[in-house]
């Protein structure tokens, strides 16, 4: 067998980062089954108000970060592990309600 193909099969650090993959891939499924309600809840705020909730469009801002840290570690784009390893994706006030206002 080659070298290095053996020494990459017997990376501890190599399986943990796909143990990790496998965590986070169950974690995007349940975050994407959340996108869903909140687009449902979002409508029908939309409905009844006029507009999107604000909370709700907060939440959504860093849910969508979120997700998109998890397919970036998914992808090996980064080496940096989404929520609970890192801190929750910052949303800057401000923003939310900027794009609340644009509604």
């Known amino acids: 067998m080659d070298e290095k193909l053996k ?3 017997m990376s501890e650090s190599l399986w943990l980062r796909i143990l990790y993959m ?3 891939y169950l974690v995007s499924q349940v ?6 309600i909140l687009a449902v809840a979002q ?3 939309s409905l009844v108000t006029g507009k999107p ?3 709700l469009q907060e939440f959504s801002i860093g849910l969508n970060r979120y997700l998109y840290q998890i397919l970036c570690f998914l992808t090996f784009n980064s ?3 989404p929520y609970p390893f890192n801190d929750w994706p910052k949303v800057d006030h401000a ?3 900027e ?3 644009n509604e």
């Open 7 to 9: 020494k990459n099969l």
């Open 22 to 24: 496998v965590i986070f």
């Open 31 to 36: 975050a994407i089954m959340l996108v869903a």
């Open 43 to 45: 409508a029908l705020f």
């Open 53 to 55: 909730n604000l909370n």
């Open 79 to 81: 080496d940096k592990k």
């Open 95 to 97: 923003e939310a309600v």
């Open 99 to 101: 794009q609340y206002r």
